[in-house]
């Protein structure tokens, strides 16, 4: 039983990339109230669930109270986008590294679309400061954002430094919504 039926969408986008293997390590943005965060636990087997395959971590963030979660340590009250953030992350996950960052994180709508559609890409571009700290070279991203003016740009910054970006719709993302995710693979560490 997943609490939200976003479940559905991470679901179908990871059993057409098998994204998420048994032990890795998983970052979910914007993980309130946890249902990505669950299909990220089965799927890395961060809760041990089946012995005989390796264990994986799940690290889930929200600004909001996440209700705890068997295989997975949340960060609530956390800003995904604050440094100190970041730094907490590095002492959660094994080595400091993620395989994967999730982000299905959303700014509350005011309603006008292409404000609501630049505070998302501004939330997305920052999770290339995440990535630079804690994506381990080769790593995957999966983020949410709004379709609108700004979403080349996130594409072409996201593909500075990912071999491969593909733009993803859900079966599960309702048609007529503006919503899409980007689908990042094969990180490498901007060279400075
Ligand atoms: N994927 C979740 C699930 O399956 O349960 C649903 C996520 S919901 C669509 C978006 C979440 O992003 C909200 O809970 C919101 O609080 C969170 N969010 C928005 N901005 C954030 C930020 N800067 N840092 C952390 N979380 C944020």
Same mark, same amino acid.
């Given at each position: 039983n997943f609490r939200c039926r976003s479940a559905f969408k991470?679901?179908?986008?990871?059993?057409?990339?098998?994204?998420?293997?048994?032990?890795?390590?998983?970052?979910?943005?914007?993980?309130?109230?946890?249902?990505?965060?669950?299909?990220?636990?089965?799927?890395?087997?961060?809760?041990?669930?089946?012995?005989?395959?390796?264990?994986?971590?799940?690290?889930?963030?929200?600004?909001?109270?996440?209700?705890?979660?068997?295989?997975? *340590?949340?960060?609530?009250? *956390?800003?995904?986008?604050?440094?100190?953030? *970041?730094?907490?992350?590095?002492?959660?996950?094994p080595n400091g590294q993620a395989h994967v960052i999730l982000s299905d994180m959303a700014p509350n709508a005011s309603g006008f679309r292409e404000m609501d559609h630049e505070k998302l890409i501004m939330m997305c571009l920052s999770l290339m400061d995440l990535a630079e700290k804690i994506l381990q070279p080769g790593g995957s991203l999966i983020c949410k954002y709004w379709d609108g003016s700004l979403a080349h740009k996130l594409q072409e910054k996201l593909s500075s430094v990912f071999g491969s970006v593909r733009t993803l719709k859900p079966n599960a993302s309702r048609k007529d919504s503006a919503e899409r995710y980007f689908f990042a693979r094969m990180y490498r560490k901007p060279v400075k």
């Open positions: 991470l679901l179908e986008m990871d059993d057409k990339f098998r994204l998420l293997q048994p032990g890795q390590s998983v970052v979910d943005c914007g993980a309130s109230p946890g249902a990505w965060s669950q299909v990220a636990v089965q799927r890395v087997n961060s809760a041990g669930t089946d012995p005989e395959l390796p264990r994986g971590t799940v690290v889930g963030i929200d600004l909001l109270n996440i209700p705890p979660l068997d295989g997975a *340590h949340f960060l609530p009250s *956390h800003d995904v986008t604050d440094p100190a953030t *970041h730094a907490k992350l590095l002492d959660l996950l």
